[in-house]
């Protein structure tokens, strides 16, 4: 079975520190991937998606970044952050291709942010 | 373009009594849709899922919706509602072989004793 593992779970980072967030899936090949964020008292944002290695789309202008090395790898970065990015974030996969089965989008743990 | 709207922020329950959360989207044609709960400090779990067919669609933890195309509504349903269904709920549409989900804002399901 398919499992997505994200770390790490929690995280407190001074303004203007860097930002690595990683997640990997496995037991799937060539998965869509996605980082989503939640603020606080928020609905859900998303950030970047991928639909294959080196492949990011980014949807919203910002502070972040998005790197794929590999199949079921996406990594979520910042050189520096902001208190504005504080937040709770969420990787999430889809499988790949157009079989009706594999039109769902899967959730990770998420990872708590706290800029200080 | 796809959109949702969860016009309920926050819903307060009693336990054993019966729930309805409204989901309302945008979208052109038949959607994809979905429903997610989120217990505080976790992922998104999926409740269910419509694609097509029958219009009640069961889910997990005895959960239930309805797509109802004439209203463009995907209402979430349980019968009965117990205490750790208190979490926050999330309707969620794509198109067909979609890339990415739309989410609603989301509602916050309390259960009074």
């Known amino acids: 079975s398919q499992t997505i593992h994200q770390w790490p779970a929690t995280l407190v980072q001074p303004v203007g520190s860097p930002l690595s967030l990683e997640c990997t899936v496995e037991?799937?090949?060539?998965?869509?991937l996605y980082w989503y964020r939640q603020a606080a008292g928020r609905g859900l944002q998303l950030l970047f998606y991928?639909?294959?290695?080196?492949?990011i789309s980014s949807e919203v202008p910002q502070n972040l970044s998005a790197s794929r090395p590999q199949d079921r790898q996406f990594i979520l970065s910042s050189k520096k952050l902001l208190l504005s990015d504080s937040g709770f974030y969420l990787c999430?996969?889809?499988?790949?291709?157009?079989?009706?089965?594999?039109?769902?989008?899967?959730f990770g743990e998420g990872s708590w942010l706290t800029v200080v | 373009a796809q959109s949702v709207t969860q016009p309920d922020i926050h819903i307060t329950v009693s336990e054993g009594a019966s729930l309805e959360l409204r989901c309302n989207y945008s979208y052109g044609a038949t959607p994809y849709l979905f429903w997610y709960v989120q217990s505080p400090g976790q992922g998104l779990q999926l409740l269910l899922k419509?694609?097509?067919?029958?219009?009640l669609v069961q889910g997990i933890k005895g959960f239930e919706a309805e797509f109802k195309r004439s209203q463009s509504s995907f209402n979430l349903r349980k019968p009965s509602v117990h205490w750790s269904d208190a979490a926050e709920y999330f309707c969620a549409v794509g198109a067909r072989g979609f890339q990415k989900l739309v989410f609603g804002t989301g509602t916050r399901l309390l259960v009074s004793p």
């Open positions: 419509y694609f097509s067919g029958d219009t």
């Open positions: 991928s639909v294959g290695i080196g492949q």
């Open positions: 037991g799937t090949s060539n998965p869509n």
């Open positions: 999430a996969w889809r499988p790949a291709g157009l079989h009706i089965s594999g039109n769902t989008i899967y």
